[in-house]
């Protein structure tokens, strides 16, 4: 092995390698925020819609999590501007992402949701509370408490995907490191480098919602 | 360029096998990579524990894309020529033995603790303990969650079209750079992938289901 490593030109352009971080970061959490909303509506369908939701929830969730991450991003990407949707490889990368999140929260905070004994909804019907109200106070606040963990593993399995965003050309980490590469040449040092940040970045979200999980919802559980 | 004919759907359709057949690859080097990680966590050597602790957290913890482009860009540093069998194998194999190795590891840690004392008093050595008593235990619990992990490899081998390997999403490429039909060649994949995957992620269920009737 006769091979120079040289890093000064992956560390020359560490201002493109911050941008590209925050970039990351800043994609996951808007999917995230968004992708939430979607898995929540799923639930809430798939606990107390009518039956032709139900099946059409049904249909999305299985959709989604047995094709891979890639093909739904070529189908937003490549397919649907082919039927008229204009939109730039950012929006399609930030869509996919979250249609991606929502279909495997859904099932996570269905989880959740589940795990509430019947005898308590049944308490809030008793006192008068409507549906939403029994749906966000009775069920969705004590199913938080369960779900965070899984959550927050969802969360970090959705930043170390956003990497294959790459693939189309949208900013992000993996972007940044495939223009330096092209520049540079240095392929190895750059990706070593970039999957050393994105380890960091698990590491730190990782702390960062056990943190979260012992100061907000260390309250006593219905169990 | 040229229409999408019936030629191109025959063409993808094929490629499945590739996707297929590097899946199964990932599986079983991931299954015996899987056991050693397993075997390392839960070893009374402390070194061997930490080893397979980091290996689990570094593959888990960075994305499985980076581990392709490491491995494919890392292979001509050490001298391999590098070809696209070699590194999506290899990639997804380390993956694949990361991830199993921490699934199994609950798997055998759900074994009670008594059966491996038991074993112990009856004189077994480690290996004839793990080989009789608690690897067969473990098993019956760990079926269900591999089976579900098989989805993961086979999405997770889309991502190999991406440093060249042919199967399937890098035919669909191909072909939707030769004819622009993204449309029909994109649902198509996704139509394929449906069928690898969907029979894979009920069976899981089922299984899941039979285990907890099992273990009332």
Sequence with gaps: MNYAFQFDAVFDAWPLLIEGTLQTIALSVGAMVIGLCIAVLCAWGKHSGPKPVVWLINAYIEIIRNTPFLIQLFFFYFA?????????????????????????????????????????IEAGLALNLKRYQIFIHVILKPALKTIFPALSSQFILLMLTSSVVSAISADDLTSVAASIQSNTFRSFEIYIVVTAIYFGLSMLFMGLFNLCYRRFLYFPGHR | MRDFSITDVWLIIGAVRWTVALSVIALIGGSIGGLVIALCRISDNRVLRGFARSVILVFQGTPLLLQLFLIFFGFPIIGLEVNPWIAAGAALVLNTSAFLGDIWRGCIEAVPHGQTEAAKALNLGYVNRMRHVVLPQAFRVAVPPTVGFMVQIIKGSSLTAIIGFAELTRTAQVVNNATFAPMPVFLLVAALYFCLCWPLSRWATYLEKRLLIAGR
């Design chain 1, 80 to 120: 649907l501007p082919s039927i008229g949707v204009q939109w730039s490889a950012a929006t399609a990368a930030l869509v996919t992402m979250f249609v991606n999140l929502g279909a495997f929260s859904a099932e996570i905070i269905r989880a959740g949701i589940e795990s509430i004994p019947k005898g308590q």
